[in-house]
């Protein structure tokens, strides 16, 4: 089935929204960059594979 590209900007838009949120979540962490991005790849695939959103990670789908 393919995903309209309505649907596609939905989701990119949820996938932005999730990274500043967690970004700002540990701004004052005083982190360095590779485990601030990290942690935050970390919790944002958690949150989309909680929503049905996130398929097979690190694998591209078929085309």
Known sequence: MAT?????????D?????IDEKVQKYADSGLD?????DI????VNAELKENGLL?????PSPA
């Open 14 to 18: 949820l996938i932005r929204k999730l």
């Open 33 to 37: 960059e590779h485990d601030l991005r």
């Open 4 to 12: 309209s590209n309505k649907t596609k900007d939905q989701i990119a």
């Open 40 to 43: 935050v790849r970390a919790e």
């Open 55 to 59: 398929f097979n990670p690190g694998n």
